[in-house]
């Protein structure tokens, strides 16, 4: 096996500044990715600091899951590179995935087992110390401490995506990916949602998400991207920016 | 007249030559067989087909793992005109192969070992053809074609080796007339083989590169209607109606 | 070594726990093999020296056949709530999840030959349950694993997987099973280990060959 280095260990790479707001989380350059003969992202460049949170509006097929997919090193940019605190993925996402949580739209959790025994299969794949205890804390958090013993198939949507986002942070990830994690969640698991989020910020980490509710996103976000064309047609401090300022970059060609 | 001399015309018109002066020849050169008759003649086809359909498959796996180094489109084009003329020069293998084992051998098939080796190629090669129609075209259809196409020439010697002791486990049913005697490849014989063998070499050539330079141009084509929709989104509804729509489909 | 062997343990216990909970595979595999032995015993008249002609041939097509349809569900399991990208979130090395599937798909294949071996040996009336045998089934077993895993990655991904997987399979493990039919037709002919020796080693030969290069390409078809 190779060694492992922590994300602790990353930061210090690559940035001479040890102030949190100028450690680069994730810089994204040239980024193009197509499927098929339709390109996808088209020359793509974006950089997400430490302790910021930043929100990707756009259309449907304006290309937010295909970005979340590449950042969370699923898939693998057509052309461009990206790096994870300094670390150039191309040169192997292994350690890179260590500071990544996802949460994409599929919950990614085995239908015939329990949530217990989800979070401690994914849990030993990240090698987690003490993983019985972090398992039934992070469960805690997520208000799953009572489905624990549930199997993932017999739970509503809404469970289903509750336990997803467990899953995410389980490794206690510097850099949080959601796409479009509020969907089919209840106002309660929302809540719980928006602490996460509000308290990744506030640790200093950074999260990456995209969602449909413009005012949401505007709200928990230091940071509005809209995607369109390929590229991001806005690029504004969420303070600065209203819900209509990101339709209004939303017209799609297809849509007409 | 002027058109022969250009050059687009060299190839095709040098493969025609030499494939005209083997049929001259296969059928009025060399003297008739003395034991199996003029069937003996398909030998000379048989041979260089078959001998194709091992070099195409060492292509592919050339191809296939230039593809996965370097992960230039060009690598993938070869391994589907490797694999394309391969399958085709695979199946004619098989159909000599029959045509000259009934009179001779009183079967049409046996379980020789180059005949099986090749038949469980050509389904190798019907997987990696057939793979490449399901699968949606793009980076992923490529990357997984050159697996497939590595695999199968990995596998290719192992069956040859299986296919020899399982010839060896089944004393075939070898019955024929003339199953006892054996063809010398000397002399007239052994010339027209050997020019047989260079005019299908100089053939599979030919056709492996006229199907990757039809590859490439439908390549350019797909190039072409991506750098359209490369553009910007107005210029896109304007240029070219579906294009939008085409995108539009993609998360 | 050891974590590394530890995380495909964890892989392929995972695999099986959700085998013990829905039953899909072994059951699949065996229900399917054994229809299809039952078939042959009427489609042909079995007298007892034909019953070992023909045995072994029917014997491991059979396992081929179902075992395909076997490690095609085991992949379909993984599509079902995209896990297998949930298993690629992990750091855990590509090879390490290739191992780890190829285990879990070799146990399977396993618990399906303890159970198709004795029927197999009722009907046909050869006797089939040998150390030789034993030896050829673990073999087979191996091989198929590998060569089902790197397939069943590649076509869990095409719209008509059930199709695909066969097709892939089937052509390329054609050495493993010639080496497997008569392996076991030396066996139940009375043969020992000398007589089927180079069987074994084509067998191994395979097994190596494609454990190797199904493990160092498995990175290549994750890719997206």
Redesign the interface.
């Known amino acids: 096996?190779?060694t492992?280095t922590t994300p602790a260990n990353l930061q210090t790479t690559g940035s001479s500044n040890d102030s949190p707001a100028n450690i680069r989380a994730i810089e994204a350059t040239g980024i193009e990715k197509?499927?098929?003969?339709?390109?996808?992202l088209?020359g793509l460049d974006m950089t997400v600091r430490d302790g910021e949170a930043v929100a990707i509006f756009g259309a449907?097929?304006?290309?937010?899951?295909?970005l979340l997919?590449l950042l969370?090193?699923?898939?693998?940019p057509?052309h461009g590179s990206i790096s994870i605190y300094g670390r150039d993925m191309a040169q192997g996402s292994?350690?890179a995935?260590?500071s990544?949580g996802?949460v994409?739209?599929?919950?990614?959790?085995?239908?015939?087992?329990t949530i217990q025994?989800n979070l401690t299969?994914?849990g030993?794949?990240?090698?987690i110390p003490e993983l019985d205890a972090r398992v039934h804390e992070v469960a805690g958090r997520m208000g799953l401490t009572r489905r624990l013993e549930q199997?993932?198939r017999e739970l509503s949507h809404g469970y289903q995506k509750r336990a997803a986002l467990a899953?995410a942070l389980l490794h206690r990830p510097r850099i949080l990916l959601l796409d479009e994690a509020e969907t089919g969640l209840d106002e309660p698991a929302r809540r719980v949602l928006d602490g996460v989020v509000a308290e990744h910020r506030g640790a200093g980490h950074a999260v990456v998400m995209t969602t449909h509710s413009v005012e949401r996103g505007i709200a928990e976000s230091d940071r509005v991207l809209v995607l369109?064309?390929?590229r991001f047609a806005l690029d504004e401090p969420s303070s600065g920016v209203t819900p209509a300022d990101v339709t209004g970059l939303y017209?799609?060609?297809?849509?007409? | 007249m002027v058109a022969v001399l250009q050059t687009r015309w060299i190839w095709p018109g040098f493969t025609a030559a030499l494939m005209a002066l083997t049929l001259w020849m296969i059928f009025l050169w060399v003297p008739t067989e003395i034991n199996q008759g003029n069937i003996q003649r398909s030998l000379y086809f048989h041979v260089p087909v078959a001998w194709i359909a091992m070099v195409a498959i060492i292509l592919v796996a050339v191809a296939s793992v230039a593809y996965l180094k370097t992960r230039d489109e060009k690598w993938d084009r070869l391994a589907v005109a490797g694999a394309e003329t391969g399958v085709i020069f695979a199946g004619l293998m098989l159909i000599t192969g029959m045509i000259w084992a009934k009179p001779v051998w009183g079967v049409w098939w046996t379980g020789e070992a180059k005949l099986t080796t090749t038949l469980i190629l050509f389904f190798i090669y019907v997987a990696y053809l057939m793979f490449r129609a399901y699968f949606?075209?793009?980076?992923q259809r490529r990357r997984l074609a050159a697996i497939i196409g590595l695999l199968g020439a990995i596998d290719t010697p192992i069956i040859y080796i299986g296919a020899q002791l399982w010839e060896r486990a089944h004393p075939s049913a070898v019955v024929g007339p003339l199953s006892e005697t054996d063809s010398s490849v000397d002399g007239p014989i052994g010339t027209t083989l050997m020019v047989a063998v260079l005019a299908f070499s100089v053939l599979f050539f030919y056709v492996a590169r006229e199907r990757y330079r039809l590859r490439k141009q439908e390549d350019e084509v797909?190039e072409l209607?991506?750098a359209v929709?490369?553009r910007?989104?107005?210029a896109?509804?304007s240029a070219m109606g579906t294009?939008?729509?085409?995108?539009?489909?993609?998360? | 070594?050891a974590?590394?062997l530890a995380?495909i343990w964890?892989l392929a216990r995972?695999d099986l726990?959700?085998e013990l909970?829905?039953r899909d595979i072994v059951l699949a595999v065996v229900v399917f093999a054994l229809l299809v032995i039952a078939i042959f015993t009427f489609a042909i008249e079995l007298t007892p020296s034909r019953s070992r002609d023909v045995g072994p041939g029917v014997l491991w097509a059979a396992i081929a056949f179902a075992g395909v349809l076997g490690i095609n569900r085991s992949f379909a399991?993984e599509a079902?709530?995209?896990?297998l990208?949930?298993?690629?979130?992990?750091?855990?090395?590509r090879e390490l999840i290739f191992f780890g599937k190829v285990l879990g798909n070799f146990i399977f294949i396993t618990v399906a030959e303890v159970v198709i071996f004795p029927v197999f040996e009722a009907l046909f009336n050869i006797n089939v349950l040998q150390v030789e045998t034993i030896a050829i089934a673990l073999l087979a077993s191996v091989g198929f694993s590998a060569v089902g895993t790197v397939f069943a990655a590649m076509s869990v991904r095409v719209r008509s997987r059930e199709i695909m997987l066969p097709l892939l399979f089937l052509p390329t493990s054609v050495p493993l099973i010639m080496a497997a039919v008569e392996s076991t037709s030396e066996v139940v002919n009375g043969g020992s280990w000398s007589d089927f020796s180079e069987w074994l080693q084509l067998a191994i030969a395979f097994d190596v060959i494609f454990v190797i290069a199904s493990a160092v390409l498995f990175q290549f078809v994750l890719?997206?």
């Open positions: 096996m190779t492992v197509s499927f098929g003969n339709v390109a996808v088209r449907n097929g304006a290309g937010k899951s295909t997919r969370s090193t699923l898939a693998r057509d292994e350690t995935r260590l990544l996802a994409l739209h599929s919950p990614m959790l085995y239908g015939d087992m025994e299969f994914f030993r794949m990240f090698r199997r993932v899953r369109a064309g390929g017209a799609d060609p297809g849509d007409a | 949606p075209p793009g980076e797909a209607r991506r929709s490369l910007p989104a107005s896109v509804a294009a939008g729509a085409l995108a539009g489909s993609a998360d | 070594m974590p590394a995380t964890t995972k726990l959700l909970r829905s399991i079902e709530r995209d896990t990208d949930g298993l690629m979130l992990t750091p855990v090395s890719e997206e």
